[in-house]
Nanobody
Framework: QVQLVESGGGLVQAGGSMRLSCAAS?????MGWFRQAPGKEPEFVGC????????YYTESVKGRFTISRDGAKNTVYLQMNSLKPEDTAVYYC???????????????WGRGTQVTVSS
């Protein structure tokens, strides 16, 4: 049974940092993060191949967010720096992420963790 369990969300001031973790059960060819702000569609944030050799980010988080993985722990991380109020969203850990022409989709989703950035 596939399980993706996020942790590390909460409240942070603008300019601050936060790290999200996702403990996964199962084997996947890639893992990543999506986010959904109130009233908006889910948005791809970034993903990493399970080998770690390929990493992709959406433009708005490049240079601020870093995805990494620990194969021994079957865990993926999202380090978020220089956070902005517009980063406020529910962040979902995802697995088997595919990047298609201009979009991304995921085969599995966690339950999500709230990240709130105050101004």
């Amino acid at each position: 049974q596939v399980q993706l369990v996020e942790s590390g969300g909460g409240l942070v001031q603008a300019g601050g940092s936060m790290r999200l973790s996702c403990a996964a059960s199962g084997r996947f060819f890639s893992m990543g993060w999506f986010r959904q702000a109130p009233g908006k569609e889910p948005e791809f944030v970034g993903c990493i191949s399970w080998s770690g050799g390929r990493i992709y980010y959406t433009e708005s988080v490049k240079g601020r967010f870093t995805i990494s993985r620990d194969g021994a722990k079957n865990t993926v991380y999202l380090q978020m720096n220089s956070l902005k109020p517009e980063d406020t969203a529910v962040y979902y850990c995802t697995a088997d992420v595919r990047i298609l022409a201009g979009s991304a989709e995921a085969g599995y989703w966690g339950r999500g963790t709230q990240v709130t950035v105050s101004s």
